[in-house]
Nanobody, 122 residues
Framework: QVQLTESGGGLVQAGGSLRLSCAASGRVFSSEVMAWFRQAPGKEREFVANIGRWPITTYADSVKGRFTISRDNAKNTVYLQLNSLKPEDTAVYYC????????????????WGRGTQVTVSS
């Protein structure tokens, strides 16, 4: 059974930083794309960043230059470093994996974690 378990969320002031982690079990994702999406209250789940095999990374324009995605294939884990946080970054952040290309479409990712809450106060 595949499981993705996120951790590292919390409450932080604007301008602060957090580091999210997502540990995968039940399947090795070293040759597949892993990603982070987020969902704010009342909004659609949106793409944040993904990381492929080489590793190639892509980011949403709203987080480019502030967030950094990375992975440790030996640990089957993906990370998201969140810097210069803004109140509009407040959302539940979801880890996902299993895409075959660096896609921003959630439909291409078959495996999802339960999410971790990030709250940024002004």
């Amino acid at each position: 059974q595949v499981q993705l378990t996120e951790s590292g969320g919390g409450l932080v002031q604007a301008g602060g930083s957090l580091r999210l982690s997502c540990a995968a079990s039940g399947r090795v994702f070293s040759s597949e794309v892993m990603a982070w999406f987020r969902q704010a209250p009342g909004k659609e789940r949106e793409f944040v960043a993904n990381i492929g095999r080489w590793p190639i990374t892509t980011y949403a324009d709203s987080v480019k230059g502030r967030f950094t995605i990375s992975r440790d294939n030996a640990k089957n884990t993906v990370y998201l470093q969140l810097n210069s946080l803004k109140p509009e970054d407040t959302a539940v952040y979801y880890c996902t994996a299993g895409a075959t290309r660096n896609s921003a479409s959630r439909t291409e990712y078959p495996y999802w974690g339960r999410g971790t809450q990030v709250t940024v106060s002004s």
